[in-house]
């Protein structure tokens, strides 16, 4: 159900049909618009009444919503979600593009500091980099954990990058919670429920991938788990999923971004290093990610890219990054988009 309110609702009559809401044992979720605030009603096992909502002061309508997602969907917020960063002005979501590049796993001071300079100096606002690593086997690299988070907390405070690491587990979270500035919830733990449920609560933004065998639905009822426990900045992540194709890692399923954007006010950002597992093959689906539509870009670099503790094939050479942030702010005009380079720190707030 949702609570359409009239354009000029007051604060205050928002306020009292949330407090309403809560009094029917109920989970009031306000959505400001553009035009008008809608609220989100969570929590209902069966159909809410609606009778004593309608008749409230600044309540335009209630409608029901009948897709499985409701806060992730448009029918609640018709408006593209605008994810900012206080004191910067790096978004997400919007007509700028936004670029998330780094190693896939930090290794040493060195090596995340050698990268993120280069990505700084090709305009990425975003800096990644794995602090903990979902391997498949357990004697592979499993990332440099707490470490991890303070060189890239550093690198924030050297080049003014916002970090964005994955979180593995709930005790992973809130490490990267406190350090980071975005949280990344992998594939692999697109369903994990109980991870995405602790997400809501935390007021960071969030990235969530699509897992190997997800459908629209389903992923963007993970997306839906987060925002039903408050945090409503979500954003999604195509990183391709598995076919019976062999010539690449996973299949980049560009088909989704339009398909997205249609039923969801979310961003989606694509992800053409985990996509195609090979570097000769990411520049190419860079360019056709921003093509189809995509709000961003989630891309690996490597300066050794040979010794890389984890995705080295994958992985791009900066100067090859830099060729694709080129072609990229070329692009960016045709479907109306604009790429951004480097990131603006208001003063005072770099850290
Ligand atoms: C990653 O971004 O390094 C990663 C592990 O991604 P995914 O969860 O998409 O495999
Ligand atoms: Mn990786």
Same mark, same amino acid.
């Given at each position: 159900m949702l609570v359409v309110m009239k354009a000029h609702a007051s604060p205050e009559e928002i306020q009292a049909v949330c407090e309403a809401i809560e009094k029917l044992g109920l989970r009031p979720h306000p959505l400001p618009g553009a035009e008008r605030t809608a609220i989100g009603i969570t929590g209902n096992k %069966?159909?809410?009444?609606r009778g004593n909502l309608e008749a409230? !002061?600044?309540?335009?309508?209630?409608?029901r919503v009948t897709k499985a +997602?409701?806060?992730?969907?448009?029918?609640?917020?018709?408006?593209?979600?605008?994810?900012?960063?206080? %004191?910067?002005?790096?978004?997400?979501?919007?007509? @700028?593009?936004?670029?998330?590049?780094?190693?896939?796993?930090?290794?040493?001071?060195?090596?995340? *500091?050698?990268i993120a300079e280069q990505v700084a100096a090709s305009g990425a606002q975003f800096f990644r980099g794995g602090a903990f690593k979902p391997r498949t086997s357990p004697y592979a690299f499993q990332g440099m954990g707490l470490d991890a988070l303070k060189i890239m907390a550093e690198i924030r405070t050297a080049f003014g990058l916002r970090i964005v690491t994955e979180a593995l &587990?709930?005790?992973? #979270?809130?490490?990267?919670?406190?350090?980071?500035?975005?949280? /990344?919830?992998?594939?692999? @733990?697109? /369903? @994990? *429920?109980?991870? #995405?449920?602790?997400?809501?609560?935390?007021r960071k933004p969030v990235i969530i991938k699509r897992g190997l065998s997800a459908t629209l639905e389903e992923f963007l009822m !993970?997306?839906? +788990?987060?925002?039903?426990?408050? @945090?409503?900045?979500?954003?999604?992540?195509?990183?391709?999923?598995?076919? *019976?194709?062999?010539?690449?890692?996973?299949?980049? &399923?560009l088909s989704i971004i339009p398909a997205v954007q249609q039923?969801?006010? #979310?961003?989606?950002?694509v992800d053409p290093s985990h996509g195609t597992g090979k570097r000769d093959k990411v520049l190419p689906m860079a360019r056709a990610g921003i093509a189809a539509g995509a709000d961003g870009l989630l891309i690996?670099?490597?300066? /050794?890219?040979? /010794?890389?503790?984890?995705?080295?094939?994958?992985?791009?050479?900066?100067d090859q990054f830099a060729t694709m942030m080129n072609e990229t702010e070329l692009l960016a005009p045709i479907v109306n988009r604009k790429l951004p380079r480097g990131i603006h720190i208001d003063s005072g707030a770099r850290a």
């Open positions: %069966g159909e809410v009444s409230l !002061s600044g309540v335009a309508e209630v409608i +997602y409701k806060l992730a969907s448009r029918d609640v917020k018709e408006e593209d979600t605008l994810i900012r960063f206080p %004191g910067t002005d790096a978004t997400i979501g919007g007509r @700028n593009l936004a670029v998330i590049a780094g190693p896939c796993s930090i290794e040493s001071r060195e090596q995340a *500091f050698a &587990d709930n005790e992973s #979270l809130d490490l990267v919670n406190e350090w980071a500035d975005v949280i /990344q919830i992998g594939a692999r @733990n697109m /369903q @994990n *429920f109980s991870l #995405l449920k602790r997400a809501g609560k935390m !993970s997306a839906e +788990y987060v925002m039903s426990e408050g @945090n409503y900045e979500v954003i999604l992540c195509e990183r391709g999923v598995r076919t *019976f194709a062999d010539h690449s890692r996973n299949t980049l &399923d039923v969801s006010h #979310l961003p989606i950002l690996e670099v490597h300066h /050794q890219p040979d /010794q890389a503790l984890s995705d080295g094939p994958q992985s791009l050479y900066p």
